[in-house]
């Protein structure tokens, strides 16, 4: 593993690179945080994430740790920089692996909407020279996929709250 820097939530604001999107979902702010806080559930519409393991015990909130696994092997150790339930979560990597990620945060903000809520996730991040390279040419590919994550995440808000759906 290697380590990353320990920014703060203010880093989604000011990295390099941004990714921001917003979901109106049919469900309420705390079924979202719901399945936002279910590691089961990160694999079902983030689908390069392959396994979410809390590292430690609850309850959660600021300063809580999970390593989360993903395709390729990447893996990312993660601590808790914003736990608001039905409203705010993010976190960062501290550590990474894979060498080329120097910093990495991700944020979530849940405002209730007619029908439901609206959920904006931002992800930033900042690496050496050849990621961020990288990362400018896959800009428009990594955007649309993580438009798609976000639409897997309406599905399964759905199909999971069916019967209580706003």
């Given at each position: 593993?290697h380590p990353?820097?320990?920014?703060?939530?203010?880093?989604?604001?000011?990295?390099?690179?941004r990714?921001?999107n917003?979901?109106e979902?049919n469900?309420?702010?705390?079924?979202?945080?719901?399945?936002?806080a279910?590691?089961?559930?990160w694999?079902?519409?983030?689908?390069?994430?392959?396994a979410?393991?809390?590292?430690?015990?609850?309850?959660?909130?600021?300063?809580?740790?999970?390593?989360?696994?993903?395709?390729?092997?990447?893996?990312?150790?993660?601590?808790?920089?914003?736990w608001e339930?039905?409203?705010?979560?993010?976190?960062?990597?501290?550590?990474?692996?894979?060498?080329?990620?120097?910093?990495?945060?991700?944020d979530?903000?849940i405002v209730?909407?007619?029908?439901?809520?609206r959920l904006?996730w931002?992800?930033?991040?900042?690496?050496?020279?050849?990621?961020?390279i990288?990362?400018?040419l896959?800009?428009?590919l990594?955007?649309?996929t993580?438009?798609?994550?976000?639409?897997n995440?309406?599905?399964l808000?759905d199909q999971?709250?069916?019967?209580t759906?706003?």
């Open positions: 593993m990353c820097l320990p920014v703060d939530t203010t880093f989604v604001a000011s990295a390099p690179h990714f921001a917003s979901v979902l469900v309420t702010p705390e079924q979202v945080f719901e399945v936002l279910d590691a089961s559930a694999p079902r519409w983030a689908s390069v994430i392959t979410v393991t809390w590292t430690s015990p609850e309850p959660r909130g600021v300063g809580t740790t999970r390593t989360v696994h993903m395709r390729a092997g990447m893996v990312g150790k993660e601590e808790f920089l914003a339930p039905n409203t705010h979560m993010a976190f960062r990597f501290n550590e990474s692996g894979t060498s080329g990620i120097t910093a990495f945060a991700e979530y903000r209730p909407a007619p029908g439901g809520c904006t931002t992800l930033a991040m900042s690496g050496n020279t050849p990621t961020n990288s990362i400018r896959a800009r428009p990594m955007n649309l993580f438009r798609r994550f976000l639409r995440l309406r599905v808000t999971r709250y069916a019967s759906v706003v």
